[in-house]
């Protein structure tokens, strides 16, 4: 599976990508156990282009944030990544050495974390982690990396940055903080930005004021994938989502495309649990059960032993096939075969 | 009209009374919670929204009297709960009961759910060891933990378990109060339905008062029929919740209406948050006044 590093990317059907700034084929993270491998991340494909932000969308236990760490060698201690391709300027970042992916992160992909406080390093001012990333690849000396730092700060929106630039991080409010892990990530101007749920531990208000940023950065050309179990979060800022259960892909499509008509019955189950204001139901319709357990997950589709619309189970516990269904847009039930 | 007209409305099970809570921090004072009055009606459910920092947590702990005011007072089915000795608070307390938002750290790790369930029962000394035992199967029944799993300790349930769990154990002591503190956000949106539907069931049940806090709109909406906002510590907006839905009024309501994105209905665009600076709070002289019907909006004088 392992092809050389600088290959030319190709396509299921053989023709060379086009305009996709990342491609991910067929990426499988497992945690390796005596009883049988626990699979974090069991199949997971997807193309990004530039400009554009990419929604994985799951609960927890997902395999949504394992997925898009394993393309920075960031899986958790004890996964391995046992297949997959992950084509990202012509190269396989699945293929490179841990050197050589030092090389792209922080530099080409950045990630945004969840909790600023968590990291950020409360024992170094901003511009000494602001300005890391540029000095450790050697973009610049230490006086520009000072600049560009103050910069970085200004364009997310901190006032005062020249002030705020030698503070620390526990000196800032919760949204500064956050801004200021941005600001961070984009000191290299990276062509892709990973970001781990960035608004969950945020206001509503803060929460719009990141997604606002974030989107700036789209609209100059980076992509983004944005990992979020809130529905809201991806139809506002994504233009593509991933749904993802039991470290399988449920489904692919538009962002317009799922929330319009959502094929998967997980997906369909996932918008009609998800509480909306005006909502004049008197019972909500609950999922029953629970995310499984990834130790001790049921046959074929993990989902079936929740799914309402379990037809046939027999069906059910086969491995279940993404099926295409044009535009993009692919679902792993085969009960869409018969939609269709 | 000013805010102390909302204490005369009748047959309240909690009366809170220019409420105010200052803690000491080494960065100086912070009000946590400034000059707040309401009441909770018998059988009501309010709804408390605010962000973080709010004072919305310290407020239901000051009503539970897990933490004493600064100023102000709380008074519980006709008695300032201030002039209760805390050794005799005990039976006061087993009428008011709370569910929290990590149900995991609510929750004794080392006993089982069904012990965990009868040790409030066991605290108050009520009924014998089978019989407590016996009382925890029924509520656990209830909230829909069944059969073996009781004898499971928390570790080995899901979140939304964990957190039915919890609530079993609230409801325990058969209190006439119960209050839930963001008892939803740490479970995942499948989940959510669930326990709203579970707290909702035995509110009816039991004809329960409820205090529900959270930070999720749509969350209060459900639940509450009146809702409370806050913000800076201060309350900023009380009314029916039809009325704060339909006729948000205070701008601090109106951003977070505006700010929060939904899955359905008009796409939120990028600039329809109001620009409104919250620190005004800290300066005007303001106070609740009563622009319709039980609907009160903080207005500077």
């Known amino acids: 599976m392992r092809s050389n590093v600088e290959a030319e990317p190709k396509s299921a059907d053989g023709a060379t990508t086009g305009e996709a700034l990342l491609e991910v084929r067929d990426l499988r993270t497992y945690f390796e156990r005596p009883g049988g491998d626990i699979k974090a991340v069991d199949g997971l494909s997807y193309r990004l282009q530039r400009g554009r932000a990419l929604g994985i969308v799951g609960e927890s236990g997902s395999g949504k944030s394992v997925g898009v760490r394993s393309l920075l060698g960031l899986q958790p201690r004890g996964a391995r990544i046992v297949s997959g391709e992950a084509w990202f300027g012509g190269r396989d970042l699945l293929a490179m050495s841990a050197a050589q992916l030092r090389q792209v992160r922080g530099k080409d992909i950045s990630m945004v974390f969840q909790n600023a406080m968590d990291a950020l390093n409360p024992t170094l001012t901003l511009v000494q982690q602001i300005s890391e990333p540029l000095l450790w690849h050697g973009i610049c000396g230490k006086s520009e ?196 | 009209m000013s805010a102390e007209s909302t204490l005369t409305r009748t047959d309240a099970l909690f009366e809170v009374d220019r409420l105010g809570k200052v803690f000491d921090t080494r960065g100086g004072q912070v009000r946590a919670v400034d000059d707040v009055s309401f009441t909770v009606g018998r059988g009501e459910t309010i709804g408390v929204v605010g962000e973080s920092g709010s004072g919305k947590s310290t407020v239901i702990r000051l009503m539970l009297r897990l933490q004493e005011p600064t100023s102000g007072r709380v008074v519980f089915d006709g008695t300032d709960l201030a002039t209760i000795p805390s050794r005799r608070l005990g039976p006061v307390r087993r009428r008011m009961q709370m569910v929290f938002q990590n149900p995991y750290g609510s929750l004794l790790p080392h006993f089982s759910a069904v012990s965990n369930v ?111 906002v806050m913000c800076r510590g201060r309350l900023v907006e009380m009314a029916p919740t039809d009325r704060l839905f339909g006729e948000p009024t205070h701008p601090y309501t109106k951003i977070l209406l505006a700010a929060a994105l939904p899955i359905d209905g008009a796409e939120p665009i990028e600039s329809s948050v109001p620009d409104w600076d919250s620190t005004v709070l800290d300066k005007a002289d303001a106070s609740l006044v009563e622009i319709a019907p039980d609907h009160f909006v903080r207005i500077a004088q």
Request: charged share 20%; aromatic share 4%.
């Open chain 1, 145 to 340: 990396a000072r600049t560009r730092a103050i910069a970085a700060l200004d364009s997310v929106g901190i006032p005062e940055p020249e002030r705020r630039v030698d503070m620390y991080s526990f000196q800032l409010s919760g949204g500064m903080r956050q801004r200021a892990m941005i600001a961070a990530a984009i000191v290299t101007n990276p062509s892709l930005i990973i970001a781990d749920e960035p608004t969950t531990a945020v206001d509503v208000t803060v929460q719009r004021q990141i997604l606002s940023l974030l989107r700036a950065l789209k609209d100059a050309g980076s992509a983004v994938i944005m990992i979020t179990h809130d529905l809201g979060v991806a139809r506002y800022f994504c233009d593509d989502i991933v749904v993802m259960y039991g470290g399988k892909m449920m489904e692919r499509a538009s962002i317009k495309e799922f929330m319009a008509a959502p094929k998967h019955p997980y997906s369909q189950a996932l918008l009609g649990s998800t509480l909306v204001i005006g909502d004049r139901r008197d019972r909500l319709t609950p999922i029953p059960g629970a995310p499984p357990d990834l130790s001790r997950l049921p046959a074929g589709c993990p989902f079936h032993p929740r799914c309402g619309q379990m037809q046939d189970a027999d069906a059910c516990r086969e491995p279940q096939q993404l099926i295409s269904l044009g535009a993009g847009s692919e679902a792993a039930c085969w009960r869409v075969v018969d939609e269709r």
């Open chain 2, 118 to 228: 009868a040790e409030p029962l066991r605290v108050h000394g009520i009924g014998t060891k089978s019989s407590r035992r016996e009382e925890a199967l029924r509520l656990l029944e209830l909230v829909g933990i069944g059969g073996r799993a009781a004898d499971l300790y928390p570790r080995q349930f899901s979140g939304g378990q964990q957190q039915r769990i919890a609530i079993a154990r609230a409801l325990a002591l058969e209190p006439d109060f119960l209050a839930c503190d963001e008892p939803t956000s740490s479970l995942d949106v499948s989940i959510q339905s669930q326990i709203l539907n579970l707290v909702q069931d035995v509110q009816r049940e039991l004809s329960l008062t409820c205090v529900f806090v959270s930070h999720n709109l749509a969350v209060i909406e459900r639940v509450a029929s009146r809702v409370l």
